[in-house]
């Protein structure tokens, strides 16, 4: 072939932005031209939209992200959608491999009596709505008191934090004024998290429970009856030096003397939610948990004992889930685009995922390919392994060959079809808008909120101090 490799990667957050870095640099004898879409006006994913905004350590992140745009070699469009701008039929027509890393972004389901009465959230939405989602309302009900978030991982502690924390203190930070507004106007005094095994089994990192410590005028309340470690936890702790600073930190917690702050944040162990209490004209009047105990392995068991905790809003954080997308197999188990090791394949065969026919040139890398596990660094392990494959295909004649390859057709499609898409020197004049909008106020930057306010900001210039 006497022309590059083109490829095209739907989602432009880390999963996507790994893999085509690391295409670049792979070992091969042949071209690569790569394209990222993107459907929001801005690339990142959730290190934008899924990371709270008091983590600074994020920032790191985004900047290596940044530099693997910033070298040129691959092309980005924003503001583009799949199943809507674009279809699968277009990419096979103009791309010898599409490779989708679209993530996931929605709640996973917690099946229990009472999930959707009014005031029960999923962590996704309120995430959304403090991270200045483009798509999302700019109003968040904080009118409660006192609420529980059920999850014990690192977004379970993010969402708990932002319900604890003095707006003020986080004006420092992105947050645009109506977050700052709506946290400010905030009637929360308790926020409860409950986990259902006990604190060797916890999901958090150190970091992240070291940091909740920290946070001002807010006490950290735990209950020594909840403190229990059996064979299993300790073996966890012994082999585990993260688990070991995560007990420690949290058992550190029960030292704690209360010091009357305004707000209190209370750590549950060994309670698993099974309702959530009230109606549809009163929403949330409480939340009922079963009481657990280890059974010798870290693993928990029902006791039959029950507690009713008087919370009137409920932030369910117990994971995020694959989202399907138009035209392709999705596995609604799972919540991935069915699989082998990246490889796409028909999902409406009646075989096994292992025997179905694979979906000559589409492939998947990041959480829609394996699930919503692991960190982000995870990503590049399942780049690298897609990547290897699509080599491999494309060395053994298996990749089909598209219609056109020029890479001026897929802008003569969206411009035709009257799509709005942002290139890369847009996404960097709204990062000049933004860091523009913090800099009156001794802030790095503030987020642009809107979608037209985005899209605005990348189509002109930025003037100093504007």
């Known amino acids: ?117 009014p005031r029960s959230y999923g962590a996704a939405e309120f995430v959304n709505w ?15 008191k006192s609420v529980a978030v059920i999850g014990n991982g690192n977004v379970a502690l993010d969402v708990a934090r932002m319900l604890a924390k003095q707006a003020d203190d986080l004006l420092t930070t992105e947050i645009p004024d109506h977050v700052y507004q709506g946290l400010k106007k905030s009637q929360v005094t308790d926020v409860h998290v409950f986990g259902r095994r006990g604190p060797a089994q916890a999901k958090f990192t150190p970091l992240e429970i070291r940091e909740l410590g920290q946070v001002k005028d807010v006490d950290i309340v735990v209950y020594p009856e909840d403190f229990e470690f059996d064979e299993g936890s300790m073996k966890s702790i012994q082999e585990s030096n993260q688990v070991k600073q995560v007990t420690k930190t949290l058992t550190d917690f029960t030292l704690r003397e209360p010091t009357g702050a305004k707000r209190r944040l209370h750590l549950h162990f060994l309670h698993s939610p099974v ?33 009713d905790w008087d919370v009137t809003a409920i932030y369910r954080a117990v994971g995020y889930f694959g989202t399907p997308l138009p035209q392709l197999p999705f596995d609604a188990r799972k919540g991935v685009i069915t699989n082998v090791e990246g490889r796409v394949v028909d999902g409406e065969s009646q075989m096994t995922a292992n025997e ?54 897929i802008v003569e499609l969206l411009k035709s079809r009257g799509v709005d898409f942002i290139d890369w020197e847009g996404i960097h004049r709204l990062e000049a808008a933004e860091r523009a909008s913090g800099a009156p106020h001794g802030r790095e930057r503030i987020k642009v909120a809107t979608r037209e306010g985005m899209i605005a900001a990348a189509r002109e210039a930025v003037t100093e101090g504007r």
């Open 1 to 117: 072939m006497n022309r590059p490799l083109r490829v095209a990667i739907v989602g432009a957050g880390p999963a996507g932005i790994y893999a085509a870095d690391l295409f670049t640099k792979a070992e091969r004898d042949f071209e690569v031209s790569i394209d990222l879409f993107e459907r929001l006006p801005a690339p990142f994913g959730l290190v934008r939209y899924g990371v709270a905004p008091d983590h600074p350590r994020i920032k790191g992140i985004t900047n290596a992200l940044v530099k693997i745009l910033d070298r040129g070699d691959i092309r980005l469009f924003c503001n583009v959608d799949f199943g809507t701008d674009i279809h699968l039929e277009d990419l096979q027509k103009l791309y010898d491999v599409v490779i989708f890393s679209t993530g996931c972004f929605i709640d996973a389901n917690l099946r229990i009596p009472g999930v959707d009465l």
């Open 130 to 144: 403090y991270d200045a989602h483009p798509d999302v309302s700019q109003e968040w009900p904080l009118d409660q």
């Open 275 to 307: 309702s959530i209490l009230g109606d549809e004209e009163s929403g949330v009047t409480g939340l009922r948990t079963e009481r657990q105990e280890l059974d010798g392995t870290g693993n928990v068991t029902g006791t039959g004992e029950f507690h």
């Open 356 to 409: 179905a026919p694979v979906i000559p040139g589409v492939y998947v890398t990041g959480w829609i390919k394996r699930g919503p596990v692991g960190l982000i660094g995870h990503t590049k392990g399942d780049a690298l392994e897609t990547i290897g494959h699509v080599i491999t295909d494309f060395v053994e004649g298996k990749l089909p060959e598209p219609d056109n390859a020029d890479e001026s057709a």
